[in-house]
Nanobody, 125 residues
Framework: QAQLVESGGGLVQAGGSLRLSCVSS????????MGWFRQAPGKERDFVAA????????EYGDSVKGRFTISRDNAKNTVYLEMNSLKPDDTAVYYC??????????????????WGQGTPVTVSS
């Protein structure tokens, strides 16, 4: 059973930046697509970004386009989420997810087979 462990969350002021990391216990060739999702208190889990194995395919949620960047280092079994120009609305628990059955970027939660436990991000105004 693959394990995903996120890190890098914390408290930041509006306009600031954070870099989230997600390390997999399995070699990354097992996961064709990696994604980031977030869930704010009392809300549904929302898609943030996804990236294919060779980084040729990248997709972002509308609310983070132009501010967030997803990347992956397959040699390190790690996917990153660089978050800039953070807003209070970005406050949420951020989850890393891995998909082994799809070969494209996807926003569907059901396409992802493995999930991390999440790392909290709080953006103060």
């Amino acid at each position: 059973q693959a394990q995903l462990v996120e890190s890098g969350g914390g408290l930041v002021q509006a306009g600031g930046s954070l870099r989230l990391s997600c390390v997999s216990s399995e070699h990354f060739f097992v996961f064709n697509t990696m994604g980031w999702f977030r869930q704010a208190p009392g809300k549904e889990r929302d898609f943030v970004a996804a990236i294919t194995y060779n980084s040729g395919g990248v997709e972002y949620g509308d609310s983070v386009k132009g501010r967030f960047t997803i990347s992956r280092d397959n040699a390190k079994n790690t996917v990153y989420l660089e978050m800039n120009s953070l807003k209070p609305d970005d406050t949420a628990v951020y989850y890393c997810a891995a998909a082994s059955r799809v070969y494209y970027t996807t926003r569907l939660i059901t396409d992802y087979d493995y999930w991390g436990q999440g790392t909290p991000v709080t953006v103060s105004s």
